[in-house]
Structure formats: C-alpha cells, structure tokens
Antibody, heavy 120, light 107 residues
C-alpha cells in the first residue's frame, strides 16, 4: 500500500526557516517524481515544487530562490527546505507522488498534509 | 503558465441529480487533464487522469471528457458522499497548475 507521511509543519516567525519531510513507503521511491502542493486555509491548491527522477528540480515562481526541494532515495524521503518565510507562505503543505513515471502529469497519492503557520 | 478556470464556483444540487463541472484552459493542454475530489480536512483524491480515465476506486458515475482547452467532469446521479470540492489540474513544461475549484453542495 502506497503511503506518504508529511511532517515538519510548525509556527514560525516571518523571515524564519523550516524543513518539511515526506516519508514514502509501498512503492519504488526512486522511480517517481515527487512534489509539494500547498493549500491556504479555505483556498485552492497551488503547486510548489517537484523533484524529478534525474536530479531535476522545478519550482513555482512564488518560491523560487527561497525554497529548496531535495530527496534521499536511500531513506525514501522527500524534503522541502523553506527559507525567508512570509505570511503568504502560511498553508497546509502536501507531498504528492507524480505519475506516471514517464510524464509525471498528475498526482495519484497524497500525504495527509502538514500545517505551516508564518506569524509574529 | 497555463491558467485553468473552473465553472461554476458553486453547484447546488440534490442527491440523484447530475453534476456537470467545467474546466477551461488558457491554452491547449499537452499532457491531458486530471480531476481531484477534496473533502474538508482531507487531502485531495485523484478521480480522473488522462482526461477520461477513472483512477482506482473511482465509481463509474464519474466521467471525464474534453480536449484542447475545454474539459468536463460529469457525476451521474449524485450520492451523498459526492458533495465536495473538485479541482482540475494540468502539467505543462514542468509547471503544474490547478483550477480554483468547484464546490458541489447539497441544495
């Protein structure tokens, strides 16, 4: 059974940093691109970042230069390092598996989400 | 960036009725379209991928159609558990975008 377990969300002050983790199980982690998607409370879904299977990384314009996505295939874990956080980054962050491996065009499994609150 | 516009924002229907949700793209979608269902406090759940393919566990009353820039999710005979928010999503040039969502609520 595919499972994604998000963690690391917390209350942080503006300008602060935080690292999110997503522990994966039930599939060959290295074969899939993995992504982060966020959702502001009461709002819609916004793609944040993707780490591909060839050490390729992609970011939304709103986080490029502040967020860094990484993965450790030996630990089946995806990370999101978030720096220079602002109140606009307050959201629930979901990790998601991008499928199929050939095109990564949709997200077939999602973590439960972890809440990041940026506030003074 | 391809912008996805969903309509209507809210759909008020009774159980047993048919729901028709629209998703329009600002330019032609290359990798086809996916649809997700989200209930309060839960992660999104993949319903439809490749425009018209039901994901594992998606009931047959859900169907997707469309091409190019215009896509539709149809829910035949709404069940009580279908009242939720639905999002469309596409991938283009290593950017993924979602529509703003359509809420299907009980009338």
């Amino acid at each position: 059974e595919v499972q994604l377990l998000d963690s690391g969300g917390d209350l942080v002050q503006p300008g602060g940093s935080l690292r999110l983790s997503c522990a994966a199980s039930g599939f060959t982690f290295s074969n899939y691109a993995m992504s982060w998607v966020r959702q502001t409370p009461g709002k819609g879904l916004k793609w944040v970042s993707t780490y591909g299977t060839r050490d390729d990384t992609y970011y939304a314009d709103s986080v490029r230069g502040r967020f860094t996505v990484s993965r450790d295939n030996s630990k089946n874990t995806l990370y999101l390092q978030m720096n220079s956080l602002s109140t606009e980054d307050t959201a629930v962050y979901f990790c998601a598996r991008a499928s199929p491996p050939e095109t990564s065009s949709y997200f077939d499994y999602w973590g439960q989400g972890t809440l990041v609150t940026v506030s003074s | 960036e391809i912008v996805l516009t969903q309509s209507p924002a809210t759909l008020s229907l009774s159980p047993g009725e048919r729901a028709t949700l629209s998703c329009r793209a600002s330019q032609s979608v290359f990798y086809s379209l996916a649809w997700y269902q989200q209930k309060p406090g839960q992660a999104p759940r993949l319903l439809i991928y490749g425009t018209s393919n039901r994901a594992t566990g998606t009931p047959a009353r859900f169907s997707g159609s469309g091409s190019g820039t215009d896509f539709t999710l149809t829910i035949n005979s709404l069940e009580p558990e279908d009242f939720a928010v639905y999002y469309c999503q596409q991938r283009d040039d290593w950017q993924w975008t979602f529509g703003q969502g359509t809420k299907v609520e009980i009338k």
